[in-house]
Nanobody
């Protein structure tokens, strides 16, 4: 099972930017679709962004479209989430997850489809 470690969270003012990283163990990182998820206090976990194994296909939640960018570097076993124009409502614990699969429609994935999860990193956006 792939182990995932997130980094890059922190406290930022509204309108600011942060970049999250998720480093994966193992030698088959490019067999996995990767997703970023977030959970705010008292709320359900939401899908934020997903990227397929090659980086050629991405999906974004409507709430972050145009502000966040997911990318990956398969040579470094790392997936990134660039977050711009942050809003207080973006405050949450952000977690990355991996789903093993090639040639799939990443829009059909639900959180239950992901087999490996990181511990999460806190992002706090002050107003």
């Amino acid at each position: 099972q792939t182990q995932l470690v997130e980094s890059g969270g922190g406290l930022v003012q509204a309108g600011g930017s942060l970049t999250l990283s998720c480093a994966a163990s193992g030698r088959t990182f490019n067999n996995y679709a990767m997703g970023w998820f977030r959970r705010a206090p008292g709320k359900e976990r939401d899908t934020v962004a997903v990227i397929n194994w090659s980086g050629g296909d991405t999906y974004y939640a409507d709430s972050v479209k145009g502000r966040f960018t997911i990318s990956r570097d398969n040579a470094k076993n790392t997936v990134y989430l660039q977050m711009n124009s942050l809003k207080p409502e973006d405050t949450a614990v952000y977690t990355c997850a991996a789903h093993r699969g090639l040639g799939l429609d990443i829009r059909t994935l639900s959180p239950a489809d992901y087999s490996s999860w990181g511990q999460g990193t806190q992002v706090t956006v002050s107003s």
